[in-house]
């Protein structure tokens, strides 16, 4: 009897969907680990694709095992293998962030069929959701929006290191980054989430290049608009992403959230202390709530 009821129970259990999500966490903690070769090769001008991990004190090449995000730090115990000299405790903060960010999105968008996205996309949930829509019928329009959040997320996540570590986001990269989202939402304008306004006149709407232009344009000037009111430049570039791939109805809701939580959060807690301004990492959570919640909000 105990084992039919085990047998049940087993097959109760969505094996399908938690197989997904953990996939997701994983692509999000291997995203992670390769933040944390960017951030240290790109300001000393090194390829981020060629080249093993070194150890930064004893230059040991990184084995493979020792590699694996999160799990490589805490078997090692934060200490090289070779030299035993600390790991900063960051290189799997990162490695956590990117996993739970990405995971966290990517699950809800693929297991709920987009559920999460707002009513204009209604026609994205008319195909596979879960493992289905990812390997047997593939729904390449959910997989192309969720290839796109993370894509966000993501660059979101990075430029946030680079503003910790006082390092000035390369210029160049700034701009393949725009042109890259701009250049998405026209080629496959089913990425564009809303139109530029409630009720646009038919005209606007056609072709669909250059609606996904117009979306992306206004998305772009919006974030530009109020990041300059920022005095942090890495913050207003980010909007400025925000605003060329989720229109600018997307810049205004997570700024006045920013504003809202980051502002009343330190003037409880920092009471003593100067405000503080916020920063991208506000900017990379403040994103992904929108996202989960965007059909409530947009
Ligand atoms: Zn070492």
Known sequence: MQIMGLLLWLEAVPWGDILVASFFFAIGGTLGSFLNVVVHRVPRSESVVFGRSHCPACRAVIRARDNIPMLGWLLLRGRCRDCGVAIAVAYPLV?????????LVASVEVLSGGANLPIAWAGVSNGQRGIDGLLWQTNWRLLGICLDHCFVLVTLLAWSLFERNAQPLPTNWFRATIVLAVGAAMLWPMLQPVDVLPHSPQWLLSPDWLRALIISTAGIAVGRLVGGQLDRPMVSSGLMLIGAALGWQAVVAISIALLIVVGSFFAVVGRNGPKRASQTSDLVMMTTV?????????
């Open 95 to 103: 490695e956590l962030s990117c996993a739970i960010v990405v995971g």
């Open 290 to 298: 929108y996202l989960l919640v965007w059909r409530w909000v947009g």
